[in-house]
């Protein structure tokens, strides 16, 4: 099964392999890794990248158990940098742009600054969609001017490489005991990420604001992390023996400055991250005699494990 998501740890020289073959030769780049597999399409302008991760026996939407992983978002937007050539559609309401090959001459707008071209964008709805018609986001720009508008630092937000939280399960020995507290944390620590916008760097501090503890048997919300024993604060008693595994949704909520701009502004809406536990077993307690402690005895019956 090929699923949208992938072990960050994996994929990084591939990514630069195909990115470097793609800038040196204009076309479709793959490359393939066993179970990793990446490639990219470039134009002139434009880099498009795949990415797959191949999961032998898993059927879930994410990495295999015990994993750590974003959920991938399917492309529902994509962006290129062309000239408006100045034909207008009163049919279609909107410019055309030019082919990749026209660069216009921006000196009356910018001066000696270096200027950005026109930004264009198409969308979809689902990711089984047609992709709708480039449409004109913004005219000519030039580097150092204007601030990104916040609908544009949204749009680079929700494509940060969010690392997710790292998920801890206690007891960790493979199996907990039904009706007993199975014990859940995670570390909130914030993240610093960068990204540029319209040619302006933006610096991004993003917070976990809340997270959604799935058990399986039960989902709650919580705005703590949760803590080990014995301060644990998030926790479940499972009350069917069987298999388990704890999903932890994170929600970020960030903020950003712009270039040498100390101001801090909020950045509307969120983003999640998923991560998931190994699976592990929910045993029912029993009673055995033994000769005397477990640890003169370690292999007497119910001792092991």
């Not at 720009?141 to 790292?166: H, K, N, R, Y």
Request: proline letters at 10%; charged letters at 15%; a negative charge.
């Amino acid at each position: 099964m090929t699923v949208r998501a992938w072990s960050a740890a994996r994929l990084p020289a591939l990514f630069s392999l195909v990115i470097s073959a793609v800038a040196a030769l204009p076309g479709w780049v793959a490359a393939d890794g066993g179970d990793h597999k990446i490639g990219a399409q470039a134009g002139d302008h434009t880099v498009e990248v795949y990415g797959t991760e191949n999961l032998p026996g898993s059927t879930d939407s994410f990495a295999p158990t015990g994993s750590t992983v974003a959920r991938v978002a399917p492309l529902l937007a994509r962006h290129m940098r062309a000239e408006i050539c100045g034909v207008y559609s009163a049919g279609e309401g909107r410019y055309w742009p030019c082919g990749p090959d026209v660069v216009l001459d921006h000196t009356d707008v910018c001066g000696d600054a270096p200027a950005l071209r026109p930004w264009w964008e198409s969308t979809r709805v689902t990711a089984s969609d047609d992709w709708q018609p480039w449409v004109l986001v913004e005219n000519v720009t030039c580097a150092g001017g204007p601030d990104p508008t916040p609908e544009q630092v949204v749009t680079a937000f929700q494509t940060l490489p969010i690392t997710p939280s790292v998920l801890t399960v206690q007891p960790d020995r493979g199996w907990v005991l039904v009706n007993k507290e199975t014990i859940a944390f995670t570390d909130p620590a914030p993240q610093m990420l960068g990204a540029t916008v319209l040619g302006v760097p933006v610096t991004f501090q993003v917070t976990a604001s809340q997270f959604t503890w799935d058990y399986g048997e039960k989902v709650f919300t919580t705005t703590s992390p949760g803590h080990p024993y014995p301060h644990q604060d998030v926790s479940y008693p499972y009350t069917h023996l069987g298999t388990g595994k704890v999903a932890l949704t994170t929600t970020w909520q960030a903020t950003y400055t712009v270039g040498d701009d100390p101001t801090v502004r909020p950045v509307p809406g969120t983003a999640t991250t998923t991560s998931t536990s190994a699976p592990f077993e929910i045993r029912e307690a029993s009673a055995h005699l033994t000769r005397g402690s477990c640890t003169d005895h370690p292999h007497d019956p119910g001792c092991e494990g």
